[in-house]
């Protein structure tokens, strides 16, 4: 309640340390306010629009506390993935809940939500946020939740019970109400309550059916009855309530399936994960991806190495994660053979995370939270680092931004740093304008009175010498030498939107950059030798050979499509954009008998003025970003289209591969807008903002 100006005394959260509560305040908290975290399997994000008269006891929490549109979940979309990353702020990748279904092959043994190898600890990675309370003096009960039940590390809650779908949802809303009337020794500071609908119904009836409303009426009159509950224990402005879901739902039909026997012929060889998402284990069969890309006109399922999967899905990081995935168009099924899903008709979920059917539902109330406010759209990975500071407890090791999430609560306790900077740029001496040598570089196209008048220096080309040991905020690599990585980035601002074209590329012209010492550059004539690697400019029409970047001959036109991509992002989403940052990394592998490094991917870091009246260099108020992660491989097979022009399918490709900010810092190691000036929970906000939040016009 906030406080009434024209009132003699006030019932709002802070009167008792004002010292001017009404005679009636009753004052029912004593000791640490409780933090109650509920799932409701299944309720997709927007259930809240379209069905909110049905929902009256959400819809009023959702008004009266913090919420947003939609909570983006983890890859894959599913259930015991996505409530684990919830309660270990981790990807699949890292806490090891790949699916719900899943094969370890140093185990040799199979995880299912039916067999009992669910209730091994081995599977479960990460700290799960019971734990982190109890480590720190605090108690623990939970009424169902994946993992809750298992003995990881050899510890339970101190109340749990043992998962059974039987039991009613009101008894479960009762044995938790029962535990917040314990002694205060004894009442749990962190609690759970799952309840299985609107999932179940979701899936039986499709998202868009009776049974689905009637799902949906059935747990707002459950949340009723809890929250009826507090009020008698006079616990409701007192106790901080988390409600979320674990992924959305979309309709399916036995009508669209794809077989992956229709495209391969005899599977029988290999082991097949079925569903919205596919995964295929094999032992002799080699060509898995070759064979199922691209083998009829508007085929509904791609097939990934998971190495070659879309980072933003961070998912590959895991021995359990199979050679090859299949991502499945929404609404469509994928199969082993036709007939062989006894189950297809409904709904279901597991699609690409970014799918708007899959969002999830978040609200937050209590008195640690803001009143009626809604908050932009956000990964659940944040969720755990916000629990903890609930708790004012510190969280373990997570793949969250700790303090990403501080606009939600009305006194966050944690204020967040920038990292520090782990290697200074170095200082290139420039003694000559005229190279020593020309390392086969040659522009005869220009004036030789003019081919050094543009040469600057700037912090272009900077080598950083990174702590890979730490998988979650570094890449990894495979050389067992370490060498070193080298991150070569331009930036660029465009003042106003212009429709000409890039300027032009003077043909056969490349110049030695004289700031570089010649035995720590390439030289020109071994990409004359290079095979089907080529060189493409970081930005035209420079000309300077430390400002050129490494391409696959059949991948030339995407880096020219990059740029006019960016030059006219105000086109194709909703928001203008002035300043774009035109991001590229090279690795430590290089083209065989030379020393041309080769990119793994091209970055782009674009920042504007949500203001569209102000240029990103002036922006008082809050600015936005696209970021985009392009895988650089020898050929364009990841698009059906690839063989006819590259405006049809360029961009598509380009979007697809969209990451966050944060995405491109922790594989190149850099970051960003730490001179901006504005507050680092803002900064950690607009790196985190999810994918699904940034939509392509269409």
């Keep these: ?63 009266c506390g913090t919420s947003t549109t939609f909570m983006q979940p983890v890859f894959p979309s599913k259930t015991f993935p996505n409530h684990y990353s919830i309660v270990t702020g981790m990807y699949s990748e890292s806490h090891g809940l790949v699916d719900n279904n899943m094969y370890d092959p140093v185990f040799d043994a199979t995880f299912g939500l039916s067999n009992p190898e669910k209730d091994n600890p081995r599977w479960y990675q990460g700290q799960p946020i019971w734990h982190t309370a109890m480590y720190q003096g605090l108690r623990a009960g939970t009424f169902f939740w994946p993992g809750s039940d298992v003995a ?50 979701g899936h039986n009836y499709g998202p868009v059916s009776g049974g689905l409303v009637s799902a949906i009426q059935g747990v707002d009159k459950v949340m009723g009855h809890l929250m009826n509950g507090l009020k008698q224990l006079n616990l409701h402005e007192c106790i901080n309530i988390i409600v979320v879901a ?8 036995c009508d669209r399936t794809e077989a992956l026997q229709d495209l391969v012929g005899d599977v029988s060889h290999l082991y097949v994960t079925q569903g919205p998402f596919g995964r295929i284990r094999y032992i002799k ?53 036709p007939g062989a899903l006894t189950f297809c008709s409904g709904g279901n979920h597991g699609y690409d ?84 040598d020309p390392l086969g570089c040659s522009c005869p196209a220009l004036v030789p009175n003019n081919t050094h008048l543009t040469i600057t220096f ?75 690697v080529t060189h493409a400019f970081l930005y035209p029409p420079s000309t300077y050979f430390s400002r050129i970047t490494s391409i696959f001959c059949s991948l030339k036109h995407k880096s020219y499509f990059l740029h006019i991509l960016l030059l006219n992002l105000n086109l194709q989403t909703n928001c203008s954009i002035n300043q774009p940052h035109v991001i590229y990394l090279l690795t430590s592998r290089f083209v065989t008998g030379t020393g041309i490094p080769i990119p793994t991917h091209y970055f ?61 810092e922790w594989i190149t190691g850099l970051s960003f807008f730490q001179d901006s000036g504005r507050p680092v929970p803002e900064v950690l906000r607009v790196k985190t903002r999810p994918t699904a939040a940034i939509q392509r016009r269409t």
């Excluded at 008792?16 to 933090?35: F, K, R, W």
């Excluded at 969002?359 to 406010?373: R, S, V």
Aim: glycine share 4%; aromatic share 10%; charged share 20%.
């Design 1 to 63: 309640e906030k406080r009434i100006s024209s009132s003699n005394c006030h019932c709002s959260a802070d009167c008792l340390s004002a010292g001017d509560c009404c005679t009636n305040y009753n004052i029912v908290c004593n000791g640490e306010q409780p933090l109650l975290l509920i799932s409701l399997d299944g309720l997709r994000a927007e259930y809240q629009q379209t069905w909110h008269s049905l929902m009256p006891v959400l819809d009023k929490l959702r008004k």
């Design 152 to 201: 990881i590390n050899e510890t339970f809650p101190n109340l749990y019970e043992k998962y059974d779908g039987t039991v009613p949802f009101e008894k479960r809303v009762f044995t938790v109400l029962k535990w917040l009337q314990l002694p205060e020794t004894q009442r749990p500071d962190f609690l759970t309550l799952y309840l299985e609908e609107p999932d179940k119904s």
């Design 246 to 253: 674990d992924h959305g739902m979309a309709e399916t039909s």
């Design 285 to 337: 069969f080699k060509c898995v991806c070759v064979c199922v890309q691209c083998k009829k006109l508007d085929q509904k399922i791609k097939a990934y190495l998971k190495s070659h999967m879309p980072k933003r899905f961070h998912y590959a990081n895991n021995r359990r994660i199979e050679d090859v995935n299949v991502l499945v168009t929404s609404r469509w099924l994928f199969e082993s053979f």
């Design 353 to 436: 995370n970014d799918d708007y059917s899959m969002q999830a539902m978040f609200l937050g109330y209590g008195p640690k939270f803001q009143f009626q406010t809604e908050v932009e759209p956000f990964s659940n990975i944040e969720l755990y680092n916000l629990m903890c500071d609930i708790m004012e407890i510190t969280p373990a090791h997570n793949n969250g931004s700790h303090g990403s999430l501080n606009h939600m609560l009305r006194t966050p306790p944690f204020s967040p740093q920038h990292p520090q900077e782990q290697s200074l740029p170095g200082q290139c001496p420039l003694a000559t304008l005229v190279p020593t």
């Design 458 to 532: 700037i912090r272009n080309i900077i080598p950083l010498v990174l702590n890979t040991t730490d998988p979650l905020q570094f890449p990894r690599t495979t050389k067992s030498n370490g060498l070193q990585l080298i991150v070569s980035w331009e930036a660029y601002t465009i003042l106003k939107f212009v429709s000409d074209p890039l300027p032009g590329v003077t043909e056969d012209c490349l110049r030695p950059d004289v700031r570089i010492p010649e035995d720590q550059s390439p030289t020109c004539d071994q990409y004359t030798n290079a095979g089907n």
């Design 604 to 664: 782009a870091v674009v920042a504007s003025c949500l203001d569209a009246s102000r240029p990103v260099t002036d922006c008082a108020g809050e600015f936005y970003t696209i970021s985009f992660l392009l895988p650089h491989r020898p050929d364009n097979s990841e698009s059906c289209m690839s063989n006819q022009a590259e405006s049809t399918w360029v961009e598509d490709l380009i979007w697809f591969h969209q990451s966050r900010v944060m995405d491109v």
